[in-house]
C-alpha cells in the first residue's frame, strides 16, 4: 500500500510517500480502506517532534479518516465488509496511522456512520471532537451563553462556531484576515472581528454590551494571554488548549488579579484527559456522527490534495492560509 511515513522529525520534506505491506487484522480488528484523511495540527506536531505523545519512529502519521470495512477478523461482532466507518486514531494506543491507503484497528476505534454519510465531511471529525470536548466538558461549571474563539476559520475553530450556534450560544470568532473573518460569519457567527485591524477587546465589550462573554477558548497561548481576562463576564472562564505563541506567560495570575472583580477562571485543556475514559470519546462521536448524518453540521474544506502531496498540504497548513480544513485523498 502507498502510504507517508517519517523516519526523523523535521519541515514537511522528512514526509515520504512509500510503498509499505498492507496490514492485515488480527483478532478483533477491522481492515478499513481510505477514503479520504484528515490533516490536522497533531500531525504537524508529530512531525516536529513536539506532540507530547509521539509515536515511535518511523510511523506512519495522521489521527483520522473515512473509510469502508474490507476485512474482519474474528471478534469484531456485527461489524461487516463494506460498512462505511470513521477511524479515530485517539482511540489506539499510537495515535497515528492515518496517512495510509489501509490501517488495521481495533473494531470500536472504526466508527460506524450511516448509509449515504458524506465521507469527506466524516474525515473532518477529529476537530469537531475537540470542538465539542471544549463546548461541553472543558467548560464545566460553567453556564456558557457567549463563547469568544481564536482562529475560529481554522479546523477546531470553525467546528467551535458551528457546535456552538447549534446548542444555541451567541459566537464571536476572532480571524486574522478579512477573507477569514466573512468565511466565519458565513458559518453563523453572530460577530467576528478580524484581529489586525480591529481592537478585539472593545468589540467584544460592545458586541456584550459591556457585560464580557462567559467562555473564551484560547489555542495560542503566549505572552497576550493575560489579555483574555479583560473581555470575560462575571465567572467566565478561559480554557487554554495550546499554544500555537507558546505557554501562556507566567505572570497570568497577576492579569487575573488585575480583574478580580469578575472572578476569573482558567482550565488547560487537552483531549488526552480522556484517554483513560474511551467511553466519554465515544458518546461525543456518536454525537457528532449523529450530527453530520441528519445535516446539522458542515465541514469546511479548504482543499483535497493527494496523499502524496502531504508535504504540500503541512506547508500551506504551517502557512496560516488555510480557511476550514485540508484533506488527503489515497
Known sequence: MKAIQIAQTGDPSVLRYVDLPTPRPIAGEVLVKA???GVSMPEVLVRRGTYAWMP????????????????????????????????????????AGCYAEYIAVPAQAAHPLPAGCD??????LSNYQVAYHLLHNASRGVAAHTVLVYTAAGGV????????????????????????????????????????????????????NDRGVDLILDPIGGPEFGRNFAMLAPLGLVVSYGRLAGPPDPSLVTAMRQHHDVSPAVRFFTIHSFDHSPEIRASATHALVEFLAAGQIHPLVHACLPLAEAARAHALLESNAVIGKLLLKP
Open 157 to 208: 475553530g470553525s467546528a467551535v462556531v458551528q457546535l456552538g450556534k447549534l446548542t444555541g450560544m451567541i459566537v464571536i470568532g476572532v480571524t486574522g484576515s478579512e477573507e477569514k473573518r466573512r468565511a466565519v460569519l458565513s458559518m453563523g457567527a453572530d460577530h467576528a472581528i478580524n484581529y489586525r485591524d480591529e481592537d478585539v477587546i472593545a468589540r467584544v465589550r460592545d458586541a456584550t
Open 35 to 37: 477514503h479520504t484523511i
Open 56 to 95: 515511535p519512529l518511523p510511523a506512519i502519521p495522521g489521527i483520522e479518516m473515512s473509510g469502508t470495512i474490507v476485512e474482519c477478523a474474528v471478534g469484531v461482532g456485527d461489524r461487516r465488509i463494506g460498512e462505511p466507518v470513521f477511524v479515530s486514531a485517539r482511540d489506539l494506543p499510537v495515535r
Open 119 to 124: 465521507l469527506e465531511a466524516a474525515a473532518c
